[in-house]
């Protein structure tokens, strides 16, 4: 139990380390960065690479803003799998992440009950 | 990763970097911090002067110890409870024993239902799919007769293992069996 | 070494010293995040029915949830000033995106500030994971279709 701590620790760490090297060697804005991982997530999808990798480091892929990329794409699949190609048309409307409906949710909330500090 | 952690002071003799310390100061400061970069207020950036070492320490820390957990362990531990028939352990240990990649296994015969859950070691839950594929073919192999469940999953190997303590509450192990299968089949 | 040559040097040594740390602090901001997120997700699998497939979700939300708590008090921003990458490649990075910048907006009203200003950086996240998504699932229905590669 503690190695799967110390793989989520590491290959978490590494998908960061590459976003950093996106940010100050290539010089992009986070927005940039984060789609670039984004798009990353749903290609290793594709290639059927996205969930040894889940299995190997548990939240050390799933927390990363790589899973997103992963888990739209593995909607689409699913639905594609089961239905062919008009699957991939219906399979894009199913699609869901959690990570996307708890920022929306909990982003909403905040705003109900926080303030903003006087910052620009 | 490692070549990062060279920094120039480790390169130029002391008499070059007298010579052109502030330079190389103004230098660092011109660089933007991570803080900037994303539109927030910039901090003040001391990259720690030990750094790499700490990242050395941390990095060796962690492969022994993954040294240590994944490779430590010798052959797999075997367990099989339920109501197995008279060979079945001996099958069912036969068939688990040529994997070498799993570190322990519950078998749980109940009915016609076989119920696996493995535990996968850490460095090889990479291919933990292809396992399961391989192992529940065997298990289907040796046992026809019996609905094979196998999974390579932390969740369903603690629960497995939770139903050697049900051995004699025959209704509940039955109940137990149904949850766990039921578990196995559910999707993100 | 005359100058022309320790200049040439030194433009190719001194970028690196902030690298090598802001890619340490990356390493270890991110680690620990998904380090953390092992834990919630071994809490969720322990006491709950959810398997390793499925625990993902609930603990995607906790810590957007905990992110909740430490955008609103202002303690992200310290975390993001260290972490860099390592602080915004996380969902937790995503999470405050939004959460930041519809507490900011609110102030502009609840439609039109916080439901406009929330997708400002989290939007192109969410259209090119999509627009991805589909270009993949296309793509790979086509190739299996054409018997080139299995599901």
Redesign the interface.
């Known amino acids: 139990?503690?190695?799967?701590?110390?793989?989520?620790?590491?290959?978490?760490?590494?998908?960061?380390?590459?976003?950093?090297?996106?940010?100050?060697?290539a010089n992009l804005?986070?927005?940039h960065?984060?789609?670039i991982?984004?798009?990353a997530?749903?290609?290793l999808?594709?290639l059927g690479l996205y969930?040894?990798?889940?299995?190997?480091?548990?939240?050390?892929a799933?927390?990363?803003?790589t899973?997103?990329?992963n888990?739209?794409?593995?909607?689409?699949?699913?639905e594609?799998?089961e239905h062919?190609?008009i699957?991939?048309i219906t399979?894009?409307f199913e699609?869901t992440?959690?990570?996307?409906s708890?920022?929306?949710l909990?982003?909403?909330?905040?705003?109900l009950?926080?303030?903003?500090?006087g910052?620009p | 990763m490692i070549a990062y952690l060279i920094r120039p002071s480790d390169i130029l003799d002391k008499s070059e970097r007298a010579g052109h310390g502030q330079q190389a100061q103004v230098r660092l400061r011109n660089r933007a911090s991570p803080g900037e970069q994303q539109g927030l207020e910039p901090g003040p950036h001391s990259w720690t002067k030990n750094g790499g070492g700490v990242l050395k320490k941390m990095l060796g820390a962690a492969g022994i110890v993954l040294i240590l957990s994944g490779c430590g362990q010798g052959k797999a531990e075997i367990r099989v409870t339920g109501e197995p028939d008279a060979d079945d352990e001996q099958r069912a240990e036969r068939v688990l024993d040529g994997e070498e990649r799993i570190s322990s296994a519950v078998a749980v015969f109940v009915k016609e239902d076989l119920l696996v859950g493995v535990d996968v070691k850490p460095l090889s839950r990479f291919k933990k799919a292809k396992i399961e594929e391989k192992l529940k073919k065997k298990m289907e192999e040796e046992f026809p007769e019996r609905t094979v469940t196998l999974s390579g999953d932390q969740k369903i190997y603690w629960e497995t293992e939770k139903l050697e303590k049900l051995r004699d509450d025959k209704k509940k192990l039955h109940d137990q069996v149904e949850t766990i299968k039921s578990l196995s089949k559910e999707e993100t | 070494m005359d100058q022309k040559t320790y200049s040439q040097l030194e433009q190719k040594m001194s970028p690196k010293v902030p690298l090598a740390g802001n890619l340490i602090r990356a390493f270890l901001t991110g680690g620990l995040i998904c380090a953390i997120g092992q834990g919630i997700m071994y809490f969720y699998m322990y006491f709950f029915d959810f398997t390793e497939k499925t625990a993902g979700n609930p603990t995607v939300a906790t810590l957007i949830f905990i992110v909740m708590l430490l955008t609103g008090f202002g303690k992200y921003k310290k975390i993001a000033q260290f972490g860099g990458a390592g602080s915004a490649v996380p969902v937790t990075g995503f999470g405050n995106a939004m959460i930041s910048s519809a507490i900011e907006h609110r102030t502009e009203g609840y439609v039109l500030g916080v439901g406009g200003n929330m997708f400002k950086l989290a939007g192109s996240v969410i259209v090119f994971g999509v627009f991805a998504a589909f270009v993949v699932a296309l793509i790979k229905t086509i190739l299996v279709k054409f018997g080139v590669v299995g599901w």
């Open positions: 139990m503690i190695s799967s701590f110390i793989l989520a620790f590491i290959v978490g760490g590494l998908i960061c380390v590459i976003g950093q090297l996106l940010f100050d060697v804005t986070p927005g960065t984060l789609s991982l984004v798009v997530g749903a290609v999808d594709g969930e040894p990798l889940i299995d190997f480091a548990g939240a050390g799933t927390v990363p803003i899973s997103f990329g888990s739209l794409t593995h909607g689409a699949l699913r594609a799998e062919g190609i699957g991939v399979g894009m699609v992440s959690s990570g996307i708890a920022a929306i909990f982003g909403f909330i905040a705003s009950i926080f303030r903003s500090k910052r």
